[in-house]
């Protein structure tokens, strides 16, 4: 398998807090069959980003992991004016080892306007985006409708591995399963934090995608399409996303928040009836 994000860089986010935590997790990884590691550092408001410091405890930990696991590098990309513009500027700066796919992290909260017209800047300049987690944004729970959006708009999905096993709770577990049973997603991934709470685990989730869904399945969201992102080539053949192209929206809905159906190529607006409720509309009122 192949880990396409992981907060394994110690010291520079709010992963691994040092090299023994860090070589702690790569070597739980690859116990686990994890061959390569994507190490994905924050670059936020609150983590920077230091490019040095990064490039030299990637190589110090290449270094004491010689022969046990690979190591890729890339950044859980937030969408910030700064980072934007540099992420234009030097294409691929902020990729899967240079080349092209930018793994994109959302405010948890609410999703700031414009960010649409942001990522299409970026797919632009030639970057291929992977949305990380989109099972876990609150955001999102509240308008899950959003997933459409960005599909739409051509971007890929990451699930996270502890998500899709129960390991975010109950809310994430159901999107995630939608998402996966919907063939709406082309990754899996741990986004680990450290050796405990976060691990670097993925075999329970690849072992659980292969019995719901097919080892091809598994193959393709754990090693397959995950090897294509790190040599930064397009996804080979993905199934058709069910419900997608014809508007069919999650069922996935917090209590108090029903589904909305996204615009669709042809739609004129609402039909008169819409807004009246049922015995309205049965009684022609
Ligand atoms: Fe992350």
Known sequence: MIDIHQHLIYGVDDGSKDLEMSLAMARLAAADGVERIVCSPHSNDVYNYPVDIINERLAELRHNLRGEIELSLACDFHITPENISEAVAKPFSYSIDGKGYLLIEFPNIILAPGTERVMFELMSAGYRLVITHPERYPFVHRSPHYIAQWLDQGCMLQLTAGALTGKFGAQCETLALELL?????????????????????MKEAFDFVAQRKGIETARRLCVVNPRSAVEGRPLGAQPEPIGLWNGVPLKFHLPGYKPQRRQMPGDVGLPPSAGKSFLKRFFGR
Do not use: Y
Not at 183 to 196: E, G, K, L, R, Y
């Open 181 to 201: 049973d919907r063939d709406w997603v082309q990754f899996i991934a741990t986004d680990a934090h450290n050796p405990d709470r976060r691990p670097p685990l």
